[in-house]
């Protein structure tokens, strides 16, 4: 399909049907939990049995639900593996090149850090395995071609690191060698292999973890659980929070985290606007890692099946350009990132010189760290040292080198004043910066597109426009920035649309907004926009209470609204 790889529906497929489910190529344990918990060292199983559970008498009496332990197996070099046929295929992929020299393996393994301020350790001790299968194969049929065959569609990121980094790196891939035994003279007499192991190669597989691998944990008692539940051999009060409850207690110190390669997964492609996810806890396939692809919506033959890289983040569409573009080497181009930049390009157009919406060249990291400081400074003289004129003067210094936050900083100074520190409001100078802020195209924007629409709503440095500003909160609220979603849900209410201005409000609300959480209670109360409900009322409006709204206190005491009060 196009450039790179997909996977694409033979068939219909209905909405929350396992389309597959897939074993790791290759799967290493978090460092975090080594030692902890007995673990197999090829699948990664957590090796717990039920009478090492200290578990009460209500759940003891389940002991046939618990996961059908395996006969575990223990290789000469002392690794232990959960089955023979797990250590088997160790063997037969990559330890028997480990074997010899194991505890100099774990050496590796147990240094094997990532560069400071990154988090790629897994991904160190992956690319470790990885070099292991390669050579492994290598050695058995002398094929450099076919012994590549197992990681060859797994694509890679991590070519190209600065200096830097690469010696950081290469530090652990001495000890690689020094594990495997690959001296000098074997690398001098054999030119594959020193290719295998040169810096190149460990940073190409380095980076198939950096830019493939899944987290993956193994939890015997989250199985436990879910099988009781699942065979209605429990009922608990809450499932959702009880199940949750019982998995922090009893699951701490029994559970193996870990880092894991999946062919299929790796070759399904991402969407803002997914039709499947990624399932890692489905049942006993858990347990050894296997993971699932599961459709959200149905999907219709020929169709592409993606799923969400990030499904648990709640991520404005520039962040999310960022971390495609800089984790995975590309920009994406959902249904969900083109609508919303169609919604941009109409609001921000207005505010360049020529109407015509354009990219705003990014700073170079030097630019970009000098303006940093210049800010931090700028901060600090108007914050702790109570001297604004100084801080108007860092603020100007970085915002004309196109630093957006501090273009933001002066926009919103200029706008309301500091009578107190002598600086009178100033609607154009307001209109200058905030302008310049707004078209930034940086991930702090929709805060600029927001108080532009408010400036436009209400007439300030620009003649008032509010069908203008209506696209500006729109535009911000889909990027997720609270106050816009809560400007956004006023038009809704003026314009009758109360369903509407429910959910933007909503969604403002559970960003702590306290005018937004109040908006919430009293639409729950009055059933505006949503079905009248008490008790979710008095959730948010003492929230609203809590974060200082002025009348949500008054609101939560009144016998009208609440007769018994609790």
């Given at each position: 399909?196009?450039?790179?790889?997909?996977?694409?529906?033979?068939?219909?497929?209905?909405?929350?049907?396992?389309?597959?489910?897939?074993?790791?190529?290759?799967?290493?344990?978090?460092?975090?939990?080594?030692?902890?918990?007995?673990?197999?060292?090829?699948?990664?199983?957590?090796?717990?049995?039920?009478?090492?559970?200290?578990?009460?008498?209500?759940?003891?009496?389940?002991?046939?639900?618990?996961?059908?332990?395996?006969?575990?197996?223990?290789?000469?070099?002392?690794?232990?593996?959960?089955?023979?046929?797990?250590?088997?295929?160790?063997?037969?992929?990559?330890?028997?090149?480990?074997?010899?020299?194991?505890?100099?393996?774990?050496?590796?393994?147990?240094?094997?850090?990532?560069?400071?301020?990154?988090?790629?350790?897994?991904?160190?001790?992956?690319?470790?395995?990885?070099?292991?299968?390669?050579?492994?194969?290598?050695?058995?049929?002398?094929?450099?071609?076919?012994?590549?065959?197992?990681?060859?569609?797994?694509?890679?990121?991590?070519?190209?690191?600065?200096?830097?980094?690469?010696?950081?790196?290469?530090?652990?891939?001495?000890?690689?060698?020094?594990?495997?035994?690959?001296?000098?003279?074997?690398?001098?007499?054999?030119?594959?292999?020193?290719?295998?192991?040169?810096?190149?190669?460990?940073?190409?597989?380095?980076?198939?973890?950096?830019?493939?691998?899944?987290?993956?944990?193994?939890?015997?008692?989250?199985?436990?659980?879910?099988?009781?539940?699942?065979?209605?051999?429990?009922?608990?009060?809450?499932?959702?929070?009880?199940?949750?409850?019982?998995?922090?207690?009893?699951?701490?110190?029994?559970?193996?985290?870990?880092?894991?390669?999946?062919?299929?997964?790796?070759?399904?492609?991402?969407?803002?606007?997914?039709?499947?996810?990624?399932?890692?806890?489905?049942?006993?396939?858990?347990?050894?890692?296997?993971?699932?692809?599961?459709?959200?919506?149905?999907?219709?033959?020929?169709?592409?099946?993606?799923?969400?890289?990030?499904?648990?983040?709640?991520?404005?569409?520039?962040?999310?350009?960022?971390?495609?573009?800089?984790?995975?080497?590309?920009?994406?181009?959902?249904?969900?990132?083109?609508?919303?930049?169609?919604?941009?390009?109409?609001?921000?157009?207005?505010?360049?010189?020529?109407?015509?919406?354009?990219?705003?060249?990014?700073?170079?990291?030097?630019?970009?760290?000098?303006?940093?400081?210049?800010?931090?400074?700028?901060?600090?003289?108007?914050?702790?040292?109570?001297?604004?004129?100084?801080?108007?003067?860092?603020?100007?210094?970085?915002?004309?080198?196109?630093?957006?936050?501090?273009?933001?900083?002066?926009g919103v100074i200029f706008l309301y004043g500091k009578p107190e520190d002598g600086q009178p409001a100033d609607a154009e100078q307001a209109k200058y910066w905030i302008t310049r802020a707004a078209c930034s195209n940086d991930v702090n924007s929709p805060?600029?597109?927001?108080?532009?629409?408010?400036?436009?709503?209400?007439?300030?440095?620009?003649?008032?426009?509010?069908?203008?500003?209506?696209?500006?909160?729109?535009?911000?609220?889909?990027?997720?920035?609270?106050?816009?979603?809560?400007?956004?849900?006023?038009?809704?209410?003026?314009?009758?649309?109360?369903?509407?201005?429910?959910?933007?409000?909503?969604?403002?609300?559970?960003?702590?907004?306290?005018?937004?959480?109040?908006?919430?209670?009293?639409?729950?109360?009055?059933?505006?926009?949503?079905?009248?409900?008490?008790?979710?009322?008095?959730?948010?409006?003492?929230?609203?209470?809590?974060?200082?709204?002025?009348?949500?206190?008054?609101?939560?005491?009144?016998?009208?609204?609440?007769?018994?009060?609790?």
């Open positions: 399909a196009g450039e790179g790889y997909g996977v694409f529906a033979k068939t219909d497929i209905a909405k929350d049907t396992k389309v597959f489910f897939e074993e790791p190529v290759c799967s290493i344990q978090e460092r975090e939990t080594r030692g902890v918990v007995k673990t197999c060292y090829y699948c990664l199983r957590a090796i717990v049995r039920f009478d090492e559970m200290a578990l009460p008498k209500w759940l003891k009496r389940f002991k046939s639900a618990w996961p059908k332990p395996k006969k575990e197996v223990t290789c000469k070099c002392g690794t232990v593996f959960c089955s023979q046929t797990c250590m088997d295929a160790a063997m037969d992929k990559y330890h028997a090149v480990q074997c010899d020299n194991f505890g100099e393996y774990l050496q590796f393994e147990n240094k094997a850090d990532a560069f400071p301020g990154e988090r790629y350790s897994g991904c160190v001790l992956l690319a470790g395995k990885l070099a292991c299968m390669v050579y492994q194969a290598y050695l058995k049929n002398k094929d450099i071609t076919a012994s590549w065959l197992p990681v060859r569609n797994f694509q890679s990121n991590k070519d190209q690191l600065d200096k830097q980094r690469q010696a950081f790196y290469n530090q652990s891939l001495l000890r690689l060698r020094k594990a495997l035994q690959i001296t000098d003279k074997l690398m001098k007499d054999d030119p594959v292999i020193a290719e295998l192991f040169g810096l190149p190669t460990f940073l190409h597989l380095f980076g198939i973890g950096t830019t493939n691998a899944t987290k993956i944990k193994s939890s015997p008692f989250t199985y436990f659980i879910d099988k009781l539940l699942d065979t209605n051999k429990i009922t608990l009060l809450s499932k959702t929070e009880d199940r949750a409850a019982l998995i922090k207690h009893f699951d701490k110190d029994k559970s193996v985290e870990g880092t894991g390669l999946y062919h299929l997964h790796a070759m399904t492609n991402h969407s803002c606007s997914a039709n499947a996810y990624v399932v890692t806890d489905d049942g006993q396939h858990a347990l050894d890692h296997h993971i699932c692809i599961q459709t959200l919506t149905a999907v219709r033959k020929g169709e592409q099946i993606c799923y969400s890289y990030f499904p648990n983040r709640k991520l404005n569409r520039l962040m999310r350009q960022i971390l495609t573009k800089e984790s995975w080497g590309f920009e994406c181009q959902c249904t969900s990132c083109e609508t919303e930049l169609r919604v941009i390009k109409v609001a921000t157009s207005p505010l360049y010189p020529d109407g015509q919406w354009v990219r705003r060249k990014p700073l170079t990291e030097q630019v970009s760290d000098r303006c940093w400081r210049l800010f931090t400074k700028a901060e600090n003289e108007q914050y702790e040292r109570g001297n604004l004129k100084n801080a108007l003067k860092l603020y100007k210094q970085a915002a004309e080198l196109g630093h957006q936050p501090s273009e933001h900083r002066l805060n600029s597109w927001n108080c532009a629409g408010e400036m436009l709503e209400e007439g300030i440095g620009f003649p008032q426009d509010k069908k203008q500003a209506l696209w500006l909160f729109l535009a911000a609220a889909q990027q997720g920035f609270a106050s816009a979603q809560y400007n956004l849900a006023q038009y809704y209410i003026d314009m009758g649309r109360f369903e509407q201005a429910f959910d933007w409000m909503t969604m403002a609300a559970q960003q702590h907004l306290a005018q937004a959480q109040y908006a919430v209670g009293v639409a729950c109360l009055e059933g505006k926009g949503t079905a009248k409900d008490l008790a979710l009322a008095r959730k948010w409006l003492a929230d609203a209470d809590a974060a200082g709204h002025p009348n949500a206190g008054r609101v939560l005491n009144s016998k009208k609204y609440f007769p018994l009060q609790v």
